[in-house]
């Protein structure tokens, strides 16, 4: 058995940074995904998000803006809320990979002006069973990962909010034979997110509809260093930017259209494909030691090179809303082929009924290999505010 056994590259597997592959006629050399570490950080936690084709930025607050844009507590209409979501990964081929997030936030101060939120989402790898060099069974470890974060979100006028965000990872993926710990060893890393939200009620026609712009920088901090430092890696740092409109169709009758646009703020890793002549090998590696040092504020600016509009993903979604008790939903994300060839249709449905709210959303890629495809997540909300309504009735 090897004296370290990491298991990077099942973690990025299961994120699905490389869960698509790119088509026959793409070259090998113009197939170039990013990779980085911790990439559960990027699923989307929530059923309505994800119904919508992994979109939320510029949305209406509720209470998984945590995830995708914090600043937009400030505007969420209840005092306090909070939800809980499960989402399984890779159903059709194991049943204990899965990604859960709790999240909730608090508006303070006595008035409606700021908000302090958090949120904890837990992604388990499942059991894996570990195997010495003839093939005996050596115990099995459980691999997982997992991020801590707390936010503040403040109106700066009438219809601008900005929040900050602090975040703690951990990803527990490695193996070591000499760990003094059951054989596992860990990473940590601190990030931290600033965002902004708009929002305005234009008059068109008879009708008020409502126009928000978002946008999150998000999970910019250190990198994790897996194998005592011999494989560091970048943190997904991400910039997401969208937009989304809201017009009434009749009484109680709204329709929103949603588009967000993704950037993953983190440098491409030298190819040794991309390396010809008689010194290739040894400036591949010089290259590769660059990148390895390279600082993750280095490597914001680093990825804009040639490719990087091909790096960016699309979303657009529609979300129906009857008397805010009653939601329909469906989108669509896509990535370019030559970055992940990540494609799949969202669609959802939400109940609201007094303080509690489910919503479900379904996925069905199409591009092959997606860990989503034909795959139901839920999300379960609760308003504290109107919980504590109902007794106070008492």
Same mark, same amino acid.
């Given at each position: 058995? $090897?004296?370290?056994?990491? #298991? =990077?590259? @099942?973690?990025?597997?299961?994120?699905?940074?490389?869960? &698509?592959?790119?088509?026959?006629?793409?070259?090998?050399?113009?197939?170039?995904?990013?990779? +980085?570490?911790?990439?559960?950080?990027?699923?989307?936690?929530?059923?309505?998000?994800?119904?919508?084709?992994?979109?939320? @930025?510029?949305?209406?607050?509720?209470?998984?803006?945590?995830?995708?844009?914090?600043?937009?507590?400030?505007?969420?209409?209840?005092?306090?809320?909070?939800?809980?979501?499960?989402?399984?990964?890779?159903?059709?081929?194991?049943?204990?990979?899965?990604?859960?997030?709790?999240?909730?936030?608090?508006?303070?101060?006595?008035?409606?002006?700021?908000?302090?939120?958090?949120?904890?989402?837990?992604?388990?790898?499942?059991?894996?069973?570990? +195997?010495? %060099?003839?093939?005996?069974? =050596?115990?099995?470890?459980?691999? *997982?990962?997992?991020?801590?974060?707390?936010?503040?979100?403040? $109106?700066?006028?009438?219809?601008?909010?900005?929040?900050?965000?602090?975040?703690?990872?951990?990803?527990?993926?490695?193996?070591?034979?000499?760990?003094?710990?059951?054989?596992?060893?860990?990473?940590?890393?601190?990030?931290?997110?600033?965002?902004? *939200?708009?929002?305005?009620?234009?008059?068109?026609?008879?009708?008020?509809?409502?126009?928000? #712009?978002?946008?999150?920088?998000?999970?910019?901090?250190? $990198? @994790?260093?897996?194998? /005592?430092? %011999?494989?560091?890696?970048?943190?997904?740092?991400?910039?997401?930017?969208?937009?989304?409109?809201?017009?009434?169709?009749?009484?109680? /009758?709204?329709?929103?259209? !949603?588009? %967000?646009?993704?950037?993953?703020?983190?440098?491409?890793?030298?190819?040794?494909?991309?390396?010809?002549?008689?010194? !290739?090998?040894?400036?591949?590696?010089?290259?590769?030691?660059?990148?390895?040092? $390279?600082?993750?504020?280095?490597?914001?600016?680093?990825?804009?090179?040639? %490719?990087?509009?091909?790096?960016? +993903?699309?979303? =657009?979604?529609?979300?129906?809303?009857?008397?805010?008790?009653?939601?329909?939903? &469906?989108?669509?994300? /896509?990535?370019?082929?030559?970055?992940?060839?990540?494609?799949?249709?969202?669609?959802?449905?939400?109940?609201?009924?007094? @303080?509690?709210? =489910?919503?479900?959303?379904?996925?069905?890629?199409?591009?092959?290999?997606?860990?989503?495809?034909?795959?139901?997540?839920?999300?379960?909300?609760?308003?504290?505010?109107?919980?504590?309504?109902?007794?106070?009735?008492?």
């Amino acid at each position: 058995m $090897k004296l370290t056994k990491t #298991l =990077i590259l @099942v973690s990025l597997a299961m994120a699905g940074t490389l869960a &698509a592959q790119a088509d026959d006629d793409i070259k090998n050399t113009e197939f170039n995904p990013v990779t +980085t570490g911790v990439t559960s950080l990027g699923i989307t936690p929530d059923a309505r998000g994800a119904s919508m084709g992994d979109l939320g @930025v510029a949305t209406d607050p509720d209470v998984n803006s945590q995830f995708w844009n914090p600043a937009k507590y400030a505007f969420a209409y209840s005092t306090a809320g909070a939800s809980l979501s499960y989402t399984p990964w890779l159903r059709k081929i194991v049943n204990d990979i899965y990604l859960a997030n709790l999240a909730g936030y608090w508006k303070i101060g006595g008035g409606d002006n700021q908000a302090v939120s958090a949120s904890m989402r837990y992604f388990s790898l499942g059991e894996i069973q570990m +195997t010495g %060099d003839q093939g005996s069974n =050596i115990g099995s470890i459980n691999p *997982y990962e997992m991020a801590v974060d707390v936010a503040y979100s403040r $109106k700066l006028s009438e219809k601008f909010s900005m929040a900050v965000a602090l975040r703690y990872i951990y990803s527990n993926l490695g193996y070591s034979e000499y760990s003094s710990t059951e054989g596992t060893t860990g990473a940590s890393a601190f990030a931290a997110d600033i965002a902004g *939200y708009y929002t305005t009620y234009p008059v068109i026609g008879r009708n008020e509809c409502q126009w928000s #712009l978002g946008w999150n920088l998000s999970n910019i901090g250190s $990198k @994790v260093s897996y194998d /005592h430092g %011999d494989n560091p890696a970048f943190l997904p740092a991400n910039l997401r930017i969208g937009t989304a409109f809201t017009f009434p169709l009749a009484d109680y /009758h709204n329709l929103t259209v !949603s588009l %967000d646009a993704n950037k993953l703020l983190v440098p491409a890793k030298p190819r040794l494909s991309d390396y010809s002549g008689e010194e !290739s090998e040894s400036k591949y590696e010089e290259d590769l030691q660059k990148w390895k040092d $390279k600082s993750s504020i280095s490597g914001i600016f680093d990825s804009f090179d040639k %490719d990087w509009a091909k790096r960016i +993903t699309e979303s =657009i979604g529609l979300e129906y809303a009857y008397n805010q008790q009653f939601f329909l939903r &469906a989108g669509y994300f /896509h990535e370019s082929k030559f970055s992940g060839n990540r494609q799949y249709f969202g669609m959802g449905a939400g109940f609201a009924l007094n @303080v509690i709210k =489910i919503d479900a959303s379904y996925m069905i890629a199409t591009a092959q290999n997606s860990p989503l495809d034909q795959t139901l997540r839920f999300t379960l909300s609760f308003d504290l505010d109107g919980i504590k309504g109902l007794f106070g009735r008492r």
